[in-house]
């Protein structure tokens, strides 16, 4: 059993030390062979942010890190760094690549950097990134399970979370879900859910699930999701297509301060393209 640690919207500047120790404790117990970042990392784009930020990453202990910039990391009250040099601090921490690739026999995961210097909050995938995704997407084996990664989201919940979805997110989903993408894992509104897109996009002729993630660690909770993170665990082979998504909320009140696990979701993969 191979296990992904999906974590989002760390906004370092605004993180709970108390709710730190507590994931530290949680990837020590779950040992996940891969960390996902997707996104906001940072509360201000500040290089001592970004700094703490990778400390931490690393102090998680996990093999592989695959992180993507959010739109909290670019500098905002800096106009000509923004400009010249948006993602400076970002590449110093995280690395030179702002759309990393892993790809080992059991895991295809690929990611898009869908911030734009020009824009404050919201985010876009182009053309080109879409086929990107999928011409890698293709080359995949059915042993592989297969994420892409974005940091606004392709489907909300609420009507008030419509203004953040992700721009082009209906041109994205259908094709990356032709060439067989398991699900999108993205952040951004701090609100953890799993939806099956083709409850909402008729046309599409396989399942892609949307697979969301809380803020981590940050105070900038909302009311009705505390800090949380997603734990996948995934065993692909040719008669056992198994993927479990799990949500892990952090409790203090009947915990003393841990993570558990409050919610779960098993995942029909699919390896044609009939329902």
Known sequence: MKRLLQISDL?????????MAALLDLAQLKQPDVLVVSGDITQRATADQFSRARAFCNQLGIAATVAIPGNHDLPLFNPLIRLVRPYGRYREAFGQDLEPVVTTPELCLITVNTTRWWRHKNGEVSKAQIARVCDQLVHASPEQLRVVVVHQPIHVLRQQDLHDILRGWQAAVCAWAEAGADMVMGGHIHLPYVHDMSATVKALKRRIWCVQAGTAMSSRTRREAPNSVNLIEYALAENDMRCR????????????????????????LQRHNAF
């Open 11 to 19: 906004h370092f500047g605004t993180e709970k030390p108390e709710v």
């Open 245 to 268: 998504v799990e949500r892990w909320d952090y409790r203090h009140e009947t915990t003393g301060g841990q993570f558990v696990k409050v919610r779960f979701h098993t995942l029909d």
